[in-house]
């Protein structure tokens, strides 16, 4: 019975103007990587909020994307923003307390560039908010005029910390990873684990060993041809053996209910 469960996937959208209307987007390569894990449902980011609660009862698994917004300053005491930083209020309140609720309620979590620094936010952290201009860091910044194949290219390695989720996957002690981001992990949240970090020492992904679902953030962007990439394909693997555990532990919950 439980090889027929197919677990569904949340994916969280952006609240953009496209031409003269308000819409709720989200890339194509999120939606696709996130149908390797079950059947993709689309969140929007309303005006008015979502409830999480409700939208966990049916989730099986959620997708935080990336996003070409950043999380606005105000949820981790930071500085004002640069002039024309982009950012996204609905999104934010969509994402940030149904990252809480998720880790509270179990629910399988993959976070991505945006998702990630949401993640660290959500649970307390801090962000650099332009990593280029820091002393001793790289341009982390995609080369704005390169083709989407040079932009979503290696750019540079991570390496990984031992004993923890990354070691469990089998994934190497170093690999090569893409790099399209100015903000980054400041200060770690409480309760999120290092799993890896680039050569300047920047976090790349991270996290949460002893929550009650699998809890993965990263700063990279393993859903481009996610398929090609064994490192990225072990991490959308592991994600999809997390939410079909969790579709299955549900429906026994609803039987006995």
């Not at 989407?148 to 390695?157: D, S, W």
């Not at 990439?229 to 072990?234: E, H, I």
Request: proline share 7%.
């Amino acid at each position: 019975m439980s090889a027929n469960v197919v677990p569904l996937i949340g994916v969280s959208a952006c609240r953009q103007q496209v031409g003269k209307n308000a819409s709720h987007t989200v890339g194509d390569k999120y939606v696709e990587a996130a149908g390797y894990a079950g059947i993709p449902l689309i969140l929007p980011a309303r005006d008015v909020g979502s409830d999480p609660l409700a939208l966990l009862s049916i989730l099986n698994g959620i997708v935080f994307t990336g996003s070409p917004s950043n999380v606005e300053p105000h949820h981790y005491n930071g500085a004002a923003s640069v002039a024309g930083t982009r950012h996204d209020q609905a999104r934010d309140r969509l994402t940030l307390p149904l990252l809480r609720a998720a880790i509270a309620a179990g629910v399988p979590v993959l976070c991505i560039c945006r998702g990630f620094q949401e993640l660290n936010v959500a649970l307390g952290g801090s962000l650099h908010q332009r990593v280029q201009e820091l002393p001793g860091y790289l341009d982390h910044r995609e080369p704005q005029d390169a083709p989407l194949e040079e932009q979503y290219g290696p750019r540079h390695l991570v390496r990984t910390e031992a004993g923890g989720l990354f070691e469990r996957f089998g994934l190497p002690e170093q690999f090569e990873v893409n790099s399209l981001h100015s903000q980054g992990i400041d200060r770690l949240a409480s309760g999120l684990r290092v799993e890896a970090r680039a050569p300047d020492g920047l976090i790349e992904a991270v996290s949460m060993l002893d929550a009650p679902g699998l809890v993965l953030g990263v700063q990279w962007h393993p859903e481009w041809r996610f398929a090609e990439n064994p490192v990225s394909l072990r991490l959308f693997k592991a994600f999809r053996e997390a939410c079909k555990a969790h579709a299955v532990r549900e429906v026994s919950r609803q039987k006995t209910v």
